[in-house]
């Protein structure tokens, strides 16, 4: 099964999702290229960018996995600008899961974004995609993501230890989740 996605999902006023394309390639490189310190302590893929010529190499994939229904990813645009990126991963036709990954330049956090995009892409994979179980996974160190998964009530479900390997150090990873409200659950 594959899940099909919207090209784009409105959050508020300020915000929008907007399937991932080429048209944000040149920002997005922009943006990572400048943010680098901001994102390698919790995001490997970071180190990646070093050319422009692999952002629309890693676009091309990302578009190819939307199509595929494996990976449904939205670049993040606040007030009209390019504000970082947020998506489903890991998604589960046979248990009705996923997780939400997202990051943010430096320049547009403190503003509630990460915040309200991912409260809207988990209504989105509740309601639209028939998700049973989201989860948002951070490193310990990383309060602000944590920080996210709290604020919208996700259930601290537990910390791995040792988990990930980001620039040469291991991390904690914390493991926060939410059922969707409208299925049933065992609770066991």
Not at 56 to 67: A, M, N, S, W, Y
Not at 75 to 85: R, T
Not at 102 to 131: C, H, P, Q
Request: aromatic residues 12%; charged residues 30%.
């Amino acid at each position: 099964m594959t899940f099909k996605a919207a090209d784009e999902i409105k959050v508020d006023g300020q915000i929008t999702l907007k399937r991932f394309s080429h048209d944000a390639d040149q920002i997005k490189y922009e943006t990572i290229i400048n943010n680098r310190e901001h994102l390698l302590p919790w995001l490997p893929w970071a180190h990646l960018y070093t050319e422009f010529k692999e952002m629309p190499e890693f676009t091309d994939l990302q578009i190819k996995c939307f199509d595929e229904g494996s990976v449904l990813g939205y670049d993040i645009f606040y007030e009209g600008k390019f504000a970082g990126s947020i998506d489903l991963h890991h998604l589960s036709a046979e248990n009705r899961s996923c997780e939400i990954g997202y990051w943010l330049s430096k320049d547009f956090v403190g503003k509630g974004i990460a915040t309200r995009a991912a409260n809207k892409i988990t209504e989105y994979a509740f309601d639209e995609i028939d998700m049973h179980r989201v989860m948002i996974r951070a490193a310990s160190k990383n309060k602000a993501s944590c920080a996210v998964a709290e604020r919208l009530n996700f259930s601290h479900e537990g910390t791995l230890r040792d988990e990930e390997l980001l620039d040469g150090e291991y991390y904690d990873t914390e493991v926060f989740a939410k059922l969707n409200p409208h299925h049933e659950s065992s609770g066991q």
